[in-house]
């Protein structure tokens, strides 16, 4: 009878990240704001996080939130500051890596305290 090896090989996917999600954004005073999101695959390699800020949609500004990422995806959070009182700001976020650019997150909006 002949003898039969099964060799089972695993390779991770290689790629650009998945696009991260926001769960949360808690507001801190009038000139501040926390921004929460669950990070997707990062597609086997470093990411870094943007956060794209606005106060009318059109005008964005972009924040990097630098992160080096382990093997499981998991909640993380920047505060932005300088942030104008009793404005009402849209955000939202990508991820990039050695392979590209991830999709972007759905768009938040809060308002910022008096």
Do not use: C
Not at 4 to 31: C, N, Q, R, T, W
């Amino acid at each position: 009878m002949e003898e039969v090896v099964v060799l089972i090989l695993s390779f991770p996917y290689l790629g650009p990240p998945s696009k991260p999600v926001i769960i949360a954004i808690e507001e801190k005073g009038h000139d501040a704001a926390t921004v929460f999101w669950n990070e997707g695959f990062h597609g086997g390699f470093n990411q870094s996080v943007f956060i794209e800020i606005s106060s009318d949609r059109s005008n964005v500004s972009t924040k990097l939130q630098d992160l080096s990422t382990g093997d499981i995806p998991t909640t993380r959070n920047s505060t932005v500051n300088g942030l104008e009182g009793a404005t009402t700001y849209y955000v939202r976020l990508f991820a990039t890596n050695l392979h590209g650019v991830s999709g972007m997150s759905g768009v938040w909006n809060f308002t910022t305290g008096n």
